[in-house]
């Protein structure tokens, strides 16, 4: 038989999804990218008024919330909701509690005094779709009275590795900050959480935010034989429509288009034995082996792939793809140069003697 608090818990979920399912029907635009959209969600427990709040946050299949359940109730009350953002506050707007899932992250935020945000919390996630992860964490003071932040125990699934990122802390003669996370890495993909916390010095308000960020992007490095073999990579438009791109990389270091589904496209081959920059921005020339790029029409969603020669037999194989941002306009056709992915611009990075601009 289910605890009370398991009951309530539930309860609280299923009118969440209730409401929000009666706002948003059925195929509305996504607005997460893949690596977010793929968590499901994540819960997190926040020290809170001198107890502790969880909240339990869940996405759809096309990345929008589709759920927030509070435990306890009480403590603060839905004042508004959209696909990708919910907001609570208590009545007299001195705690709040706002949660945001857009892009290439996915957020838990609270803002109380400091003294009130003071203690442990946890956080949990099925980061790579593979099993959940785990971080317990503690807000502090220091001597001075500005904010702490530490990492305590981590458990991971199997292929799943994690690291541990600072602590640090900073301030300056309106706030002080601190900050620590956990970077998260599995079969060339990571994802990073930060954990961090602001307060002003004037009086004592301060907010902790608890983010979880993934782009989709991927990096592989091994000789061609290790690399070799079939690859598909998928997606979903910001209507909702499943994507997906089938390709492999030959023995002899070609990377081949083989399909693409779910929605017109255009793809072209990337000319070998050119260098340049990596798409990804990094400084880094190379000498291009082979490459991909695959642009569903009228849509900013695609991805680009290429392999690059590392000139000591080992090679390098990177996916980068786009999705999401659907609520900002920024995944509706547009040519979109922004930092949450990659612009069509890529193209000239990679290859600066030839220059396919993909039209929607």
Same mark, same amino acid.
């Given at each position: ?24 029907? =059925?195929?509305?635009?996504?607005? &997460? ?10 819960s ?29 109730? $009480? ?14 506050? #208590?009545?007299?707007?001195?705690? /709040?509690?706002?949660?945001r899932? &857009? ?7 609270? /803002? ?5 945000l ?7 996630? #099925?980061?790579?779709?593979?099993? !959940? ?52 890495? !599995? ?10 916390? &602001?307060?002003?010095?004037s ?8 983010v ?29 429509? =499943? ?18 589904? $779910?929605?017109p ?5 990337? /000319? ?36 690059k020669? #590392? ?13 999401? +941002?659907? $609520? ?5 056709? +547009?040519? @979109? +140069?922004g @930092? +949450? ?17 993909? /039209?929607?």
């Amino acid at each position: 038989m289910a605890s009370p608090t398991r009951r309530l818990a539930s309860t609280v979920l299923i009118v969440g999804l209730a409401l929000l399912l009666l706002a948003f029907p =059925a195929g509305a635009a996504a607005d &997460s990218n893949n690596p977010i959209t793929q968590t499901g969600g994540m819960s997190a427990t926040l020290p809170l008024l001198g107890t502790t709040l969880t909240v339990d946050v869940t996405l759809d299949g096309v990345g929008n919330i589709s759920g927030v359940a509070l435990n306890p109730t $009480g403590t603060v009350s839905q004042t508004s909701a959209d696909k990708s953002v919910v907001k609570f506050s #208590n009545s007299g707007g001195t705690v /709040k509690v706002t949660v945001r899932a &857009s892009g290439d992250h996915m957020a838990i935020k609270a /803002k109380a005094k400091l003294d009130d945000l003071l203690g442990a919390g946890s956080w949990s996630a #099925n980061v790579f779709g593979t099993g !959940s992860a785990t971080v317990k964490y503690t807000v502090g003071k220091d001597g001075s009275g500005d904010p702490t932040v530490s990492i305590g125990t981590i458990t991971t699934p199997g292929g799943v590795s994690a690291t541990k990122l600072g602590p640090k802390s900073g301030s300056d003669a309106t706030r002080a900050w601190a900050f620590a996370g956990v970077s998260f890495a !599995s079969n060339g993909f990571t994802k990073r959480l930060t954990i961090s916390v &602001s307060a002003k010095k004037s009086d004592g308000s301060a907010r902790l935010a608890i983010v979880l960020s993934g782009r989709d992007k991927q990096k592989l490095t091994g000789t061609l034989a290790q690399l070799a073999g079939d690859r598909v990579w998928n997606a979903k438009l910001c209507g909702g429509t =499943a994507v997906s791109v089938a390709y492999h990389v030959a023995s002899d270091g070609t990377v081949v288009f083989d399909k693409a589904t $779910g929605a017109p496209y255009k793809e072209q081959d990337l /000319k070998a034995g050119g260098k340049g920059k990596d798409a990804d921005k990094t400084s880094k020339t190379h000498e291009l082996v082979s490459g991909i790029v695959v642009h569903f029409t009228k849509t900013n969603v695609g991805l680009i792939v290429w392999l690059k020669s #590392n000139g000591d037999g080992t090679y390098t194989l990177k996916v980068l793809g786009r999705s999401g +941002h659907c $609520g900002d306009g920024k995944g509706k056709g +547009h040519r @979109h +140069h922004g @930092h +949450h992915g990659w612009s069509w611009g890529a193209w000239h990075r990679l290859h600066g003697d030839r220059k396919p601009q993909p /039209k929607p």
